[in-house]
C-alpha cells in the first residue's frame, strides 16, 4: 500500500496564460474564429456588414446639401431617375421648420434658451459630479448668451456683464483646488446658493417662455404652492398632518382656478411685463416632442411613485382607486386618450371653455405614463426583501419616512431599467400627436412632403427624424446604466 | 449541534436583574388565519434579565418576539413594554419601536447607505439628534462591536458576522433598554458565530434586557438567567438554565434537550 500523506511544501509561483488567450489574438480566436461553426458565420456576416455599410455610405455621402427641389437632385444623381441617394437640400431648407414647427421667427430664441436652461436645471438632479459653482456658471452664460443675442445696448451690457460673471465665477472654481475649497467652507466661508433652488424654479420658467404672456403668471401659479405651504405649515400643527395636507391642496387649488387669473391681471396693470403670447396651435416639430416629453416624464415619476404606493396601501378606497386607474389606463390604447383630448373633452366642457390642446395632450400623455410607471415601481417595490420594511419598522420609522428614506431609494435603483424603459417609450410616442393634427416631427414631414418641391421625398426626412430621436433616447439609456453603476454599492 | 465554545466566560455577578418589569405579556394569543400560532403566552420580563427562547421550528418563537415590537399583531390578550400597551395605536407602536431594538436572522441592514448612515438613520430621523452628535454616538457603538475602520463601507462589502455586528450596533444606537434577538446566529458560518455572541455577552455583562431566539445552547447556559421553551405556541417549561438543562421536567423538552446536544 503507497503512502497517502502529502505536504507541499512550497506554494507555486503564478505563471502568465498562454499567449494565444490573450490579446486582440486570443480575443478574435475564442470570440470570432473558435471552430468552424463559429468562423462560417462570421464570415457571412462580415459579407453582410460591408454591404449594408459600403450602401449605406455612398447613400448617405451624396452632393446634393444646395439642392432646391427633388428633381434637382435627381439631375444631380444623374438621368437614370433612380433614388439612389440621399436628397439632403430638404433638410438644409427645412430643418427649422422640423425643429421649432410655426414658431414666429422672432421668438425662436425663447424655445432654444428654454432648451439650455432645461439642461443647467436638469444638471444638479441627474448628476453630482459637478459642482456647485460651475452649475451657476453654466446658468449665467445662457443667460448672458441670451441676452447677447437678443442684442440691444441694454442686451449686450446684461450679456456682458452675465457673461463676465460667469468667467470670473468659473475662474475662481477652476483656480481653487477642491481641498482649498473644502477649507474655506470649513472656516466659514458663504457657499453659492443651492443650485436645485434653480431647478425648482424652472417649471415655471419654461411654460412662460414657450408660450409667453404676462411673467406674473408663473409667479401666480409658483405662489399656488406657498399657499398651499404655509396653510400646511400653520394647520397641521391645529387639525393633524392628515387633515392639514388636505386643507393645503384645497387651498392651494382654490388660488388656483379662482384667484390666479385676477392676481397676475392686477400685478400686470400695475408692472406691465411679459413677452409675446404664441398661440399653441404654432409649436410643433422637435419643440413640441421635447415638450410634452420632458414634462409627461418629470410628472409621471412622481405620479406613479404615488399610485404604486397607493396600490399596496391597506386604505381600501385609496386602493381601489388607484388599481382602477391603473388598469383603465393600460387598458386603453394612447391614440383612444389622445382622441378623447382632442374632440369629446370639448363636449364635457361648459361652452366658451378655451382649454389649450397642447395642456390637454400634455394631461392624456402623462397620465399614460404614470400608469406603466406606476407598475414599474411597483415591480421594484416587489422586489425588495420583507426584512427592509421589518427593519425600518423595528426602528421605529414612520410609514412615510420608512419610505422615503429605505424603501423608495431601494425600489427606484432596482426599476431603473424599466423607468428608463417608460421614459424613452413616452418620448417616443409623443409623435402619435400628429395623429390628432399636431404638427410634430412626422406630422410635418407629411407637410413637408405636400410641397411641390419636395414631393416624394421619404427617407431623407424620416432619417433625420430618426437620427434626432436616437440622440435623445441613446442619452437616456447612457445615462441610465451610468446612474446604475453611480448607485451600485455591492463590491461586484 | 452547538459546538461553539464562547472564549470568555461571561462574569454573571455584573448582570444584575432589577425587580421592575420591562415587558408584560398576558393571556396573549395570535392566529394567522385560522392556523392558532401562539396560545394564552404570559411572560413578565424584569429590567435585566437575560431570556434565550427555545424549541422546535414552528413553536412559535419568532413569531413571539415579533410580537413584542409589533412586527406581527396579536388578537388576544395584552402586552404592555416599558408601560406602553401595545393596541392599534400606531403612536404607542412608534415609541415602543424605538424603545425596543431588534436584531434580525438576515441582518436586514440597509444596503443603498453606509454603515455609519445605517447606525445615524433613525437617531436622525425618528429621535432627532443631531448628526454630528449621531455620528458620534453611532462611531463609539462600532468601536464597541469592533469595526470602526468598517463605518464608510457598503454592508455587502462586509462578512456575514461584521454585518450582524453592524445590525447590533445599529440598534444601540437607538439607545433601546430593551434587545430583540430573532436567531441572530442562524446565517452565519461557524467562525462568525462566536464574534457575534461574544458581542451578545458584552451587551449582557452591560445589564441590558435581552430576549433572544437562538439554537446556542451555549450562549443560554453562559448568559441567560431563565431559558424558556416553546412548543406549539406555547410556553411549555422555563427555568434558570442550569435546572433547564441538567433537570428538564417536560416530556417535549426532555426529548428536544436530548436531540439537540
Known sequence: ?492 | MSSITLESHADRSKMEVSDEVAIEIRGMNKWYGSFHVLRDIDLTVYQGERIVIAGPSGSGKSTLIRCINRLEEHQEGKIIVDGTELTSDLKNVDKVRSEVGMVFQHFNLFPHLTILENCTLAPIWVRKTPRKEAEETAMHFLEKVKIPEQAHKYPGMLSGGQQQRVAIARSLCMMPRIMLFDEPTSALDPEMIKEVLETMVELAEEGMTMLCVTHEMGFAKEVANRVIFMDAGQIVEQNEPNEFFNNPQNERTKLFLSQIL
Open chain 1, 1 to 492: 500500500m503507497s503512502d497517502l500523506s502529502y505536504v507541499r511544501s512550497e506554494i507555486l509561483p503564478e505563471r502568465a496564460p498562454p499567449a494565444s488567450s490573450v490579446g486582440v489574438v486570443g480575443w478574435a480566436r475564442a470570440n470570432l474564429f473558435n471552430g468552424i461553426g463559429n468562423s462560417i458565420p462570421t464570415i457571412l456576416a462580415l459579407i453582410f456588414i460591408w454591404y449594408v455599410v459600403s450602401f449605406l455610405v455612398s447613400w448617405v455621402f451624396s452632393p446634393t446639401w444646395s439642392s432646391e427641389s427633388l428633381n434637382q437632385c435627381r439631375e444631380i444623381f444623374g438621368a437614370d431617375g433612380g433614388h439612389s441617394a440621399a436628397c439632403w437640400g430638404v433638410i438644409r431648407e427645412r430643418w427649422v421648420q422640423l425643429l421649432f414647427g410655426f414658431y414666429p421667427e422672432a421668438e425662436r430664441w425663447r424655445p432654444v434658451v428654454a432648451f439650455g436652461l432645461l439642461f443647467v436645471a436638469l444638471i444638479p438632479v441627474l448628476f453630482n459630479m459637478i459642482s456647485r459653482r460651475m452649475n451657476w456658471v453654466l446658468l449665467l452664460a445662457v443667460l448672458g448668451l441670451a441676452a447677447l443675442y437678443l442684442g440691444g445696448v441694454l442686451g449686450v451690457i446684461l450679456g456682458l456683464a452675465l457673461l463676465g460673471a460667469a468667467g470670473f465665477i468659473g475662474f475662481k472654481a477652476f483656480s481653487t483646488s477642491k481641498e482649498d475649497r473644502a477649507a474655506q467652507i470649513a472656516s466659514g466661508a458663504k457657499r453659492l446658493p443651492n443650485p436645485l433652488i434653480f431647478s425648482a424654479i424652472f417649471p415655471f420658467i419654461a411654460p412662460w417662455l414657450l408660450w409667453g404672456g404676462s411673467i406674473w403668471m408663473p409667479i401666480a401659479a409658483a405662489l399656488g404652492f406657498v399657499v398651499g405651504f404655509f396653510a400646511f405649515r400653520f394647520l397641521a400643527p391645529v387639525v393633524g398632518s392628515l387633515a392639514g395636507l388636505i386643507i393645503a391642496v384645497v387651498a392651494a387649488l382654490i388660488w388656483w382656478l379662482f384667484l390666479t387669473t385676477g392676481f397676475a391681471g392686477l400685478m400686470q396693470s400695475i408692472i406691465p411685463v411679459g413677452l409675446e403670447h404664441v398661440e399653441s396651435r404654432n409649436f410643433g416639430g422637435f419643440m413640441l416632442s421635447t415638450t410634452i416629453g420632458v414634462v409627461a416624464i418629470a410628472c409621471s415619476l412622481p405620479i406613479g411613485i404615488v399610485l404604486a404606493l397607493g396600490r399596496q396601501s391597506d386604505l381600501l378606497i385609496v386602493k381601489a382607486l388607484c388599481v382602477g386607474f391603473i388598469e383603465f389606463i393600460r387598458g386603453v390604447p394612447l391614440i383612444t386618450l389622445l382622441f378623447v383630448a382632442s374632440t369629446l373633452l370639448n363636449i364635457f366642457m361648459p361652452p366658451g371653455t378655451n382649454f389649450d390642446i397642447i395642456l390637454r395632450v400634455l394631461i392624456m400623455v402623462t397620465l399614460f405614463a404614470s400608469a406603466y410607471m406606476a407598475e414599474v415601481i411597483r415591480g421594484g417595490l416587489a422586489a425588495l426583501p420583507r426584512g427592509q420594511y421589518e427593519a425600518a419598522d423595528a426602528l421605529g420609522l414612520d410609514y412615510w419616512k420608512a419610505q422615503r428614506l429605505i424603501i423608495m431609494p431601494q425600489a427606484l435603483k432596482i426599476s431603473i431599467p424599466g423607468i428608463v424603459s417608460t421614459f424613452i417609450g413616452v418620448f417616443k410616442d409623443t409623435v402619435l400627436v400628429s395623429i390628432i393634427g399636431l404638427l410634430d416631427p412626422l406630422g410635418l414631414s407629411n407637410a413637408i412632403r405636400a410641397d411641390q418641391a419636395w414631393n416624394g421625398i421619404v427617407w431623407e426626412l424620416y432619417g433625420f427624424i430618426a437620427l434626432m430621436f436616437f440622440v435623445f433616447c441613446f442619452s437616456m439609456s447612457r445615462y441610465s446604466m451610468y446612474l446604475e453603476r453611480r448607485l451600485r454599492t455591492d463590491h461586484r
